[in-house]
């Protein structure tokens, strides 16, 4: 769209209230605010804006809404459903102009940030004032945490700290029509009526748009204790779950599942050594963080040893350096290099309650090799949050829209009672598929809540609903 395609009068209200050198129009709108980490097409953007104050942010949603222009709020674009590709026509609403660390708070173990600040700056300024911020995923030099909010994203540490969710204590939210919904609660107790900043964490900028949020901070940790282990089949996993999560009082930081046909792949990408023979069917990286190290580096030898003499586990590799932690956790992260040579694949992030993540596994595999036998699909995830990643692909030959491949995956979820989505979330990608994982009446509600707030319906079009 050119940009005396929009309303001239609009564009200089634009240029006032955000200030021109923050707004482009058209041919000058930065190529990279066309696209996600996805493989979603969005539509033609009218213009690019990106605002440096929360009243900048209203007067813009405010005349946005008035004109009935459709506004695309876009973090570090490291979102893998597509929820930040532009829609047609669309204001993008930039934010990271608004990453100032406002305050840290020890004594309360609080932060206060702009929406627009990345995830890396955030964990190293907790480490600076000797505290934790526990999010954290392969994203983190370039996601923000208003996008991590936003899609109330997982990662690495779900399993000890909870989802993006459980670390946000307040929010600051700008609706649709400009309204400033300030909920910058300090506390972690607050029941004070109904918690309105949940409606907006995972809401994928449908509903408002994040601009400021207090976070919670952990103590900080002094080292992690980390294990590749060899199990025999997947109910041994569960087994070792229960085993470390009791020996270590819940300690566990990380429970990461990869299934043999992964192992070998990555292992065959990244050239490694094996730390274990790749001739198992199921391998778990286990890694428990601590503020302790010396002691807590004998409780996890004793937790293995354990498992070990009850045959739990068939064989471990126990990193005895920082470098070997790197080097086993790289392994788990070697995904971004199979996904280079693989292409055209598709990628899952569902979920499925823990103990039917084996039979599950299996079925899908099954169905996959029945439907499209020579298929390459590898299985892994981070399984102690009942999430599992599949990637199919290259998928040229078998499917080449990819429709059927999704469909065979996404029935079998349905019948394990799991999720179509367990942490990317659903913006244009996983759209077809939200019924199958959410009832009608929930569906009906959803709708309801964003017709109350977005009457006119400019943030975010198309995107979730
Ligand atoms: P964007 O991609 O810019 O936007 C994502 C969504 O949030 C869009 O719908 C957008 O409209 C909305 N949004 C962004 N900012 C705001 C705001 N201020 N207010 C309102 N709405 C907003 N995700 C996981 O959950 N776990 C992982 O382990 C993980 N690993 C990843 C690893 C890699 C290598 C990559 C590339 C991605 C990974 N992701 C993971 C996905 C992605 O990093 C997360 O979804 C992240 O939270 C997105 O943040 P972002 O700032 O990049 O948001």
Redesign the pocket.
Known sequence: MLKNQLNKEFCRELQNVAGTENVKFNGDIPQSALH??STEEGGTPAAWVTPRSTDAVSAILKLCNSHDVPV??????????G??VPSEGAVL?S?AGMDQIEEIDPSSGLMVVG??CI?QRIQEAAQDADLYFALD???RG???????????????RVIRYG??RELVLGLE?VLADGTILPMMNRMPKNNAALDLKHM?IG????L????KAILRLHPRMNGANTALVALPDFESSIRLLSHAQSTLSGRVTAFELMWNDYYTAVLEETGQKPPVAADYPIYALIDMQGATPESDADAFQTMLEAAFESEIIADAALAQSEREVETFWSLRDGI?EILSTRAPSISF?VSVPLAKIGDCVDEIRAALSANFPGLPAIFFG?AGDSNIHLVTGPTTEFDPSGEHIEKTVYEIIRTYGGSVS????I?LHKKPWLSYSRTESELATLRLLKQSLDPRGIL?PG??F
Do not use: Y
């Open positions: 996600d980490w695309v709020p876009q973090g570090g674009l490291s979102g893998l459903a929820g930040a609403l934010m929406a627009g995830l995923l392969g994203a370039s996601c923000q945490i208003g996008g991590n909010i936003a899609t109330n994203a997982g990662g690495n989802m993006t939210v907006f809401s994928e900028g449908t408002g748009v994040i601009t971004s992030d981070h367990a942490e990317h979330g913006g975010n995107k979730v």
